[in-house]
C-alpha cells in the first residue's frame, strides 16, 4: 500500500509539473452541461461542490460565473454582486467573447435584481456588443430580451421595440420555438405601449400559434394571459375571458403555482363585466397564493368591489390588508436574506451529518480514486499527444496552403505582365537596346513563374500528406480553391472594368486613339480622370515619392500602358529620350523605396503592379 501511494504521489507530482491545458475542474464542466436543460440540477452540483481555491483564478471566476446564472435560472432573487464582480474582472480581460458576454450578461441581471435600473442597462449594452461577434443566438436573445424589458418599463417604446425586436430575429435563428413564442409576446406587449392595440393582437396571436404547435404550456399560458388584457382594453370581455379560461384549464393540470396570478386576471373581468359574484369568487381563490404581488393586486380589487357594492366594512378590512402587503413587499429583500442564511444553516448542519458517513468509507475512496487516477494520466498523456499531432498538421497544411495561394496569385499576375510587355514589343518602333530591356525582363518573368510552379509541386505534394494524416480534405484546402477562383475571377473582373471605364473617359481613350501632344492646362484634367479609374494613385504617388506633376503624367501614361512611341507623340519628344525620361523617374522613385527597383525591373512592370 505504501509502495503504491509512493508510485501515485511522483506521478502526481510530475503532472503538476507538465503543462496542463486550461480545462474546467469536473464538477463545473458536469455543472455547465446541466445548465439549460436542468438548472436546478446544476445549481445543487454548485452549492455542494467544494468552492474551487482564489488562486485558481480560472476556476474559481468561472464558479462565480455558473452559481450566479444557476440561481438566476432557477428565479432565485440577486441580493448581492460580489460574486459576479470577481467573474467580470477575471474575464473581461479575457478573449474569449462568449464568456466576456456571458458575464456582462449575468452583471445585468444581477443589478436589474437589486434595482440598479442604470447601472443593469448599462451592463446590457456592454454584453449585447460583446456577443454581437459571437453566434451565441440565446445569449443575444436574453440580453436583447430583458434590455427591452428595463425600456419598456421606463416608458421608452422605440428602444423597447428595437430590442425586442432583434431578440426576435435571435430566436428566429436560433429556431427555438420558445425563444420566438415569448419574443412575438414582447413584441405584442411593446405595442400596447404604443397604443397600437391590432398589432399587439396580431403578435399575441402569432405568440400563441408557435406555442401551440410545440406544445409549450409555459410560453402558451404566458402568451394566452397578456392576450386578455389586449381584449380587455378593446372592451372586448368575452374575448378576454375565453384566454383566461384557456389558462386557467392547462395551469390546473400542469402548473398548479401560476393559478393565482390567472384568478386574478378572471376576477378583474369578471369586474368589468359587472358580475360582481363571480368577481369576487376568483379574487378570493386569488388569495390563496404565498406570491405577495399577486395577493396585493387581489386583495386591492377586492377593496374596490366590496366599495362598488356598498359593503364598507369588508372594503375597510381589504384596504388595510392592502397596506399590510405594501409594506411586506417593501420588507421583501431583508426577508430574503434571512432566508437565505437559514438556508445556509440547514445545508452546513447536512453537510456535517454526511462528513461522518463520508469518514466511513473514507480508505476505501481513496484507493479507487488512486486507481482511476492512474488512468485518466495516462489516458490524458495520450490524449494530449494526439492533440498536439493534429495541431500541428493542420498548422503545417495552413502554411503551405497560404504559400501555394500567393504563388498562384503572383502566377497570375506574372503573366498579365508578359501579355502587356509582349504587346508593346510588337507596336514598338524605338531604339533595339529598350526592346533589349524588355526581352530581358520578360525572361526574367518567365523564370520566376517556372521557380514558383517548381514550388508549388512541391507544396503541393506536401499538402496532399498532410491532408493523408488527417484522414479528411480540411476545411483550410476548402477555403483555398475557393480563394483561388475568387481571386482569378476578381482580378479578371478589375482588369477588364479599367478598360472598359478608360474607353468610356473621353480623354484617357484618346490618348492612344488619337495620340496627340498634351498641352499642360490639360493636365489637371487627367490626373482626375486616372483616379476615377486607379482609385487616389495621384495622392499616393505624390505621399509616396514626392513627384512633380511633369512626373506624375509620365506615370499615368504608363499605368495606361502606352508604349515608348505613342508617349513620345503625346510628349512631343523622341522615344529615345521617353527611355531616358522613364529612367530618371526610376530613380527618383527608388530613393523613397526601401529595397530599390533593380537593372532587371523597369518602371513600367513597377508601376503597372503599384
Same mark, same amino acid.
Given at each position: 500500500m505504501r509502495y503504491l501511494s509512493y508510485i501515485v504521489f511522483c506521478l502526481f507530482s510530475f503532472a503538476m509539473c507538465t503543462e496542463q491545458p486550461k480545462e474546467?475542474?469536473?464538477?463545473?464542466?458536469?455543472?455547465?452541461?446541466?445548465?439549460?436543460?436542468?438548472?436546478?440540477?446544476?445549481? /445543487?452540483?454548485?452549492?455542494?461542490?467544494?468552492?474551487?481555491?482564489?488562486?485558481?483564478?480560472?476556476?474559481?471566476?468561472?464558479?462565480?460565473?455558473?452559481?450566479? @446564472?444557476?440561481?438566476?435560472?432557477?428565479?432565485?432573487?440577486?441580493?448581492?454582486?460580489?460574486?459576479?464582480?470577481?467573474?467580470?474582472?477575471?474575464?473581461?480581460?479575457?478573449?474569449?467573447?462568449?464568456?466576456?458576454?456571458?458575464?456582462?450578461?449575468?452583471?445585468?441581471?444581477?443589478?436589474?435584481?437589486?434595482?440598479?435600473?442604470?447601472?443593469?442597462?448599462?451592463?446590457?449594452?456592454?454584453?449585447?456588443?460583446?456577443?454581437?461577434?459571437?453566434?451565441?443566438?440565446?445569449?443575444l436573445c436574453l440580453i436583447n430580451t430583458h434590455l427591452g424589458t428595463l425600456y419598456a418599463y421606463r416608458n421608452l417604446p422605440d428602444l423597447a421595440f428595437?430590442?425586442?425586436?432583434?431578440?426576435?430575429?435571435?430566436?428566429?435563428?436560433?429556431?427555438?420555438?420558445?425563444?420566438?413564442?415569448?419574443?412575438?409576446?414582447?413584441?405584442?406587449? /411593446?405595442?400596447?405601449?404604443?397604443?397600437?392595440?391590432?398589432?399587439?393582437?396580431?403578435?399575441?396571436?402569432?405568440?400563441?400559434?408557435?406555442?401551440?404547435?410545440s406544445g409549450n404550456l409555459k410560453s402558451l399560458t404566458l402568451a394566452y394571459g397578456e392576450i386578455s388584457t389586449v381584449y380587455q382594453a378593446l372592451s372586448m370581455l368575452d374575448?378576454?375571458?375565453?384566454?383566461?379560461?384557456?389558462?386557467?384549464?392547462?395551469?390546473?393540470?400542469?402548473?398548479?403555482?401560476?393559478?393565482? @396570478?390567472?384568478?386574478?386576471?378572471?376576477?378583474?373581468?369578471y369586474y368589468y363585466m359587472g358580475l360582481s359574484d363571480s368577481a369576487y369568487y376568483y379574487l378570493e381563490k386569488a388569495l390563496n397564493t404565498i406570491n405577495p404581488y399577486t395577493k396585493q393586486d387581489a386583495i386591492h380589487a377586492l377593496y374596490y368591489l366590496c366599495r362598488d357594492l356598498g359593503k364598507y366594512e369588508d372594503a375597510i378590512k381589504y384596504n388595510e390588508q392592502y397596506w399590510v402587503y405594501k409594506d411586506s413587499i417593501d420588507n421583501i429583500n431583508r426577508s430574503s436574506e434571512i432566508a437565505k442564511i437559514q438556508a445556509k444553516y440547514e445545508r452546513e448542519k447536512l453537510l456535517n451529518i454526511n462528513n461522518g458517513l463520508e469518514n466511513r468509507i473514507l480508505w476505501g475512496s481513496i484507493i479507487l480514486l488512486l486507481i482511476i487516477f492512474v488512468l485518466i494520466f495516462f489516458y490524458q498523456r495520450e490524449l494530449l499527444k494526439k492533440e498536439r499531432i493534429i495541431k500541428e498538421s493542420r498548422k503545417q497544411l495552413q502554411i503551405r496552403l497560404n504559400q501555394l495561394h500567393e504563388n498562384e496569385s503572383i502566377i497570375h499576375e506574372n503573366e498579365n505582365l508578359i501579355g502587356v510587355l509582349s504587346i508593346q514589343m510588337e507596336e514598338y518602333v524605338g531604339s533595339q537596346e529598350h526592346i533589349n530591356n524588355q526581352m530581358d525582363e520578360m525572361e526574367r518573368i518567365r523564370q520566376n513563374n517556372a521557380t514558383l510552379q517548381t514550388q508549388n509541386e512541391i507544396l503541393q505534394g506536401d499538402i496532399k500528406k498532410y491532408i493523408s494524416s488527417l484522414k479528411e480534405k480540411g476545411e483550410e484546402l476548402k477555403t483555398y480553391e475557393c480563394l483561388t477562383t475568387e481571386n482569378t475571377y476578381l482580378f479578371e473582373r478589375q482588369r477588364y472594368l479599367c478598360s472598359q471605364l478608360i474607353k468610356h473617359i473621353n480623354i484617357l481613350d484618346c490618348l492612344k486613339s488619337d495620340p496627340k501632344y498634351i498641352e499642360e492646362s490639360q493636365w489637371p484634367e487627367i490626373f482626375e480622370s486616372i483616379n476615377i479609374v486607379y482609385p487616389n494613385l495621384i495622392e499616393r504617388l505624390r505621399k509616396d515619392f514626392f513627384l512633380t506633376d511633369s512626373d506624375l503624367l509620365m506615370c499615368c501614361l504608363i499605368k495606361l500602358q502606352l508604349n515608348n512611341s505613342i508617349i513620345a507623340e503625346l510628349a512631343a519628344i523622341s522615344p529615345s529620350s521617353v527611355t531616358k525620361r522613364k529612367q530618371r523617374l526610376k530613380e527618383r522613385i527608388n530613393q523613397h523605396l526601401k529595397t530599390p527597383l533593380g537593372v532587371e525591373t523597369s518602371i513600367d512592370t513597377y508601376l503597372w503592379k503599384y
Open positions: 474546467l475542474l469536473p464538477e463545473l464542466s458536469y455543472a455547465e452541461s446541466l445548465m439549460q436543460r436542468c438548472p436546478n440540477s446544476a445549481l /445543487v452540483v454548485l452549492d455542494s461542490m467544494e468552492v474551487p481555491s482564489p488562486s485558481d483564478k480560472f476556476q474559481y471566476a468561472t464558479w462565480c460565473l455558473l452559481i450566479t @446564472q444557476a440561481r438566476d435560472k432557477n428565479y432565485i432573487k440577486h441580493t448581492s454582486d460580489s460574486l459576479i464582480n470577481i467573474a467580470l474582472a477575471y474575464f473581461e480581460k479575457q478573449d474569449d467573447p462568449v464568456w466576456k458576454a456571458s458575464t456582462l450578461y449575468y452583471e445585468g441581471r444581477v443589478n436589474q435584481d437589486m434595482n440598479n435600473v442604470e447601472e443593469a442597462t448599462d451592463f446590457y449594452l456592454r454584453a449585447r456588443d460583446v456577443a454581437k461577434n459571437t453566434t451565441d443566438y440565446r445569449l428595437e430590442a425586442y425586436k432583434n431578440a426576435h430575429t435571435y430566436s428566429m435563428q436560433l429556431k427555438d420555438s420558445t425563444f420566438i413564442s415569448n419574443t412575438y409576446s414582447a413584441l405584442g406587449r /411593446v405595442s400596447m405601449l404604443n397604443n397600437n392595440l391590432q398589432e399587439g393582437l396580431d403578435n399575441y396571436k402569432k405568440a400563441i400559434e408557435i406555442a401551440e404547435q374575448s378576454s375571458m375565453y384566454y383566461l379560461k384557456k389558462s386557467k384549464k392547462i395551469e390546473e393540470k400542469y402548473n398548479a403555482s401560476a393559478l393565482s @396570478q390567472t384568478y386574478l386576471g378572471i376576477g378583474e373581468t
